[in-house]
């Protein structure tokens, strides 16, 4: 009897070895970002991410890099603005749709099916050719600027050079974020107008006397970024809102995401992103900001 009962506790201990290490490996893979937890993240195939040119150096490095670590992937990414994207993923066209606004905000897209995911914060700035002679504005004078009141550089204290706007596109983020948060909705008058921050930040550097807008990613030492009301231009009045002209950066699906669509946006908030790739590329996590914005611009701290 007593050989019978070790036999039995000895099978016993050996059973629940295994159901340990079994349980064990299933937690371990649902662990750290690089690694597959679901089958979502086994998905294989093609997607399309179309949108917003803020948000697109981000959205493509992360791509790479998940392409990198899961064969039989492929990420297409794509800018075109924020309004291409909503109206894109709005009619199912695209797999994701990129936005630097809440869909909300962009007439003729019914909001009610498309799916939010914030995956970054984004900060923009009033930028101007390196030789316009100033480095702050009051935010009147940049609404008189971009409005078509003030034309020379010398009326704001600069150098006697004319003042030449270059705006983005109808339709783009970037522009609907800039008219709402720093014209206070203003509209600009009518000038040179770019589809893509990567022209515009050219065209600036190049331009004597231009001024336009880019997000923070964009910002180098090529441009000059502008203080508005004294305030700069940085991260960290940004997550405060003491610089109020920034926004989410938004990837939308046409319903809930799945397979490739989901493990992406999975691994867009992961660790792997969100404290290595966000940083670097000059964007926010939202996790970082003491202040909530909604899709009314109303703001509520955390």
């Not at 390196?130 to 009051?138: E, H, I, M, P």
Request: with cysteine; aromatic share 6%.
């Amino acid at each position: 009897m007593r050989k019978k009962f070790v036999a039995l506790f000895s099978f016993l201990c050996i059973f629940a070895i295994i159901a340990a290490g079994c349980g064990n490996s299933s937690s371990s893979s649902s662990s750290g970002s690089n690694k597959k937890s679901s089958s979502s993240s086994n998905a294989t195939g093609s997607i399309t991410a179309v949108g917003s040119t803020a948000l697109q150096p981000l959205v493509q490095e992360a791509a790479t890099e998940y392409m990198n670590n899961h064969s039989g992937t492929t990420i297409n990414v794509q800018g075109g603005g924020s309004g291409t994207g909503l109206s894109k993923a709005d009619e199912g066209a695209v797999d994701i749709g990129n936005s630097d606004v809440f869909a909300e905000e962009k007439d003729g897209i019914d909001a009610s099916k498309l799916v939010d995911h914030k995956v970054a914060v984004v900060g923009f700035a009033p930028v101007a050719n390196k030789n316009v002679g100033v480095k702050n504005l009051t935010k009147k004078q940049l609404i008189d600027i971009f409005t078509g009141k003030i034309k020379n550089w010398k009326e704001v204290g600069g150098a006697d050079q004319k003042i030449v706007i270059i705006n983005r596109a109808e339709g783009s983020g970037t522009r609907a974020v800039f008219e709402k948060t720093a014209l206070d909705g203003a509209t600009p008058v009518k000038s040179q107008e770019q589809d893509s921050s990567g022209t515009v930040q050219k065209i600036v550097s190049e331009t004597p006397g231009a001024i336009s807008y880019l997000a923070f990613s964009y910002l180098n030492d090529k441009v000059l970024a502008l203080n508005v009301d004294n305030v700069k231009p940085t991260e960290a009045n940004v997550q405060t809102n003491k610089w109020k002209i920034w926004a989410y950066e938004h990837m939308y699906t046409n319903g809930e995401a799945k397979g490739l669509t989901k493990a992406f946006l999975d691994y867009m908030l992961s660790d792997d992103v969100q404290t290595k790739l966000v940083p670097k590329l000059g964007y926010m996590s939202v996790a970082d900001m003491k202040v909530e914005k909604d899709a009314k611009g109303n703001i509520t701290k955390k």
